[in-house]
């Protein structure tokens, strides 16, 4: 069960969800970074892009909160691979491939389970884009 729907069943209260493509140094920093709202209810959506944004943080809506989350926890997958890759010290192509087949994977499994899942998801921030920061300028 995700998180957000954890919270949503115990709590009884709707859950959006926050996910990057970001790094919170570089937040931090005001560098330019993004971010996606999964959420459920719209209304929620709009208070919580208003709380967030700013003119180094730029926040994207999608009405899709299983894809956003589970977008969040499974490119974690895929960055400890992509960092094999350096620790094998193989080249960017190698790495490309990683992320590539990363997402491709990503996307059929968070499908499987959670078939709601919106195509467009991967394509965001929290899809791609995190995908990206991590494998590159993760932890």
């Given amino acids: 069960q995700l998180i957000s729907a954890m919270v949503t069943r115990i709590v009884g209260c709707d859950c959006s969800v926050l996910m990057g493509a970001n790094i919170a140094t570089d937040i931090a ?69 990683i992320i590539r087949q990363g997402l491709s994977e990503m996307r059929k499994f968070s499908q499987a389970l959670y078939p709601t899942v919106r195509e467009q998801t991967f394509f965001m921030g929290c899809g791609i884009g995190d995908l990206i920061a991590t494998c590159y300028g993760g932890r």
């Fill in 29 to 97: 920093r005001e560098e330019l970074s993004e971010a996606v709202i999964g959420y459920s209810n719209l209304e929620n959506a709009v208070i919580w892009k208003k709380l967030f944004q700013r003119p180094y943080f730029t926040i994207d809506m999608v009405p899709d909160p299983a894809g956003a989350e589970m977008c969040g926890t499974l490119k974690n997958i895929v960055a400890l691979a992509a960092g094999m890759v350096d620790g094998l010290g193989a080249g960017p192509n190698s790495k490309a491939a």
